[in-house]
């Protein structure tokens, strides 16, 4: 069982940590081996990785302090703050290497999300979840980019898991060593030292690099804090952003010389948010089973993206499926999909075909009805008042839109428990439709 999540920023970071807290609660999160995420329920999955590297166990906990997090201002920094933030920036410039704004909207990030680490929030990392998928605690992450150098080729994705940030291409290499310079595979020194791995916070900036066009304001708050050495560093990186489609993140190329690689002769790879990849904002290749890697038996499709009308990303998921030569059931029709809380379709006399579960962000008005008055269901009493049609207007602070990266609390409670209510009430949907597919299989 795998489980996709889309992007959308704030709203998919609250509305997937609520999923995944009912998912939890519900027992189902235990049979999931995949969680593949997007842009920011990247932001979700991550802190709850490393919150249960803490002791912490409980995701509906997670999401509560996610809500509270998501009411911050990014570039509200104190002293100290500012100081961490510029010592990451110092030892990128000190091992040479390359610098974007989505370095510093990173680590803006990484500052709110792990603020609760104190001198250590920049000093979590990606190698480190390692430790707890290997006992099954939690799904394997997969956390995901694209490459940005043209259009043709945002059509690949980089994918980012605890053993390896692996390229489109099949290179592979193992998370503390990405930002390395590397010749024909071979990592080399900056002098007489390898270079560091990168913070968990700048490699959240680079999965949702597109936000990094709306904070220039934040940036230049946040410059002004600094001191005049750092200062100069940040005054350094191009600040072109918004003239392009999208913010890239900048690495030295780890692909560099080896032939199957289209970068191989390229020093410095871009990337930028897997939003614009071929299956839109959803991150489905890497459980898509494509070269025999990773074939799921069963999809649970989380759409929390901006525009659900027309189900697009649900058409683009089954376009890649069929020019890949890769199985998938047939859906007759997707018209109103988007108004429907759970979809589950399946090819009942093909037992290779997998099942695929979807579910967008919406509020079902019938399905509302049905459990608000529910005992099992009381938490959720203030979705009465929430719309999350009213929700997707851009109305500043309390609105639920993609760029915006400030919520009021009640914006930010809303989208969180209308994930966790969608979840806890298709489970019974989503029972059956694993036990069905086990009795075809059986």
């Not at 974007?100 to 001198?119: A, K, P, Q």
Request: aromatic letters at 10%; one cysteine or more.
């Amino acid at each position: 069982i795998a489980v996709v999540t889309s992007g959308g920023g704030h709203r998919a970071m609250l509305y997937s940590a609520g999923s995944l807290a009912a998912a939890q609660n519900t027992g189902i999160l235990d049979t999931v081996m995949y969680i593949s995420s997007l842009s920011g329920s990247t932001w979700s999955l991550a802190y709850i990785v490393h919150e249960y590297m803490r002791g912490n166990r409980s995701i509906e906990k997670m999401a509560n302090t996610l809500e509270q997090k998501a009411t911050k201002n990014l570039a509200d920094l104190t002293a100290q703050e500012v100081n961490l933030l510029s010592d990451v920036l110092l030892w990128k410039k000190a091992f040479d290497q390359p610098m974007s704004l989505v370095d510093l909207y990173g680590l803006l990030l990484g500052n709110l999300l792990f603020s609760e680490y104190g001198d250590m929030r920049h000093r979590t990392y990606l190698s480190q979840e390692a430790g707890l998928i290997a006992d099954g605690s939690l799904p394997f992450p997969i956390y995901t980019a694209v490459p940005a150098e043209t259009t043709e080729l945002e059509k690949l994705m980089y994918e980012f898991t605890p053993y390896e940030i692996r390229a489109p291409w099949g290179i592979s290499i193992p998370p503390y060593a990405f930002g390395n310079r590397f010749i024909n595979g071979v990592r080399t020194k900056n002098g007489a030292l390898f270079a560091p791995e990168q913070p968990m916070g700048i490699l959240l900036g680079v999965f949702g690099s597109a936000y990094a066009i709306s904070l220039k304001r934040a940036y230049q708050e946040v410059e002004e804090k600094m001191a005049a050495v750092v200062r100069s560093i940040v005054d350094s990186i191009p600040k072109a952003v918004g003239q392009t489609r999208v913010a890239s993140a900048d690495f030295h190329n780890f692909t560099m010389g080896m032939n199957q690689s289209a970068l191989k002769n390229k020093k410095i790879m871009l990337m930028a948010d897997a939003g614009l990849g071929i299956t839109g904002g959803l991150p489905f290749q890497p459980v898509s089973g494509k070269d025999g890697r990773r074939k799921a038996d069963i999809y649970i499709i989380i759409d929390i993206s901006e525009d659900i009308d027309q189900v697009n990303k649900l058409k683009k998921i089954a376009q890649y499926m069929k020019s890949n030569g890769l199985k998938f059931p047939l859906i007759q029709k997707y018209e109103g999909l988007e108004r429907t809380m759970v979809s589950v379709f399946s090819d009942q006399q093909d037992a290779d075909v997998p099942v695929v579960i979807y579910m967008p962000r919406v509020k079902e008005q019938g399905v509302w009805d049905k459990y608000k008055a529910n005992p099992a269901y009381a938490q959720y009493r203030s979705l009465e008042q929430f719309s999350m049609d009213t929700c997707m207007k851009k109305e500043k602070a309390t609105d639920c839109t993609t760029f915006n990266l400030q919520y009021d609390t009640q914006t930010a409670r809303g989208v969180s428990q209308m994930g966790a209510f969608n979840m806890q009430a298709s489970m019974d949907v989503i029972k059956q439709a694993i036990n069905e597919c086990i009795d075809r299989k059986s």
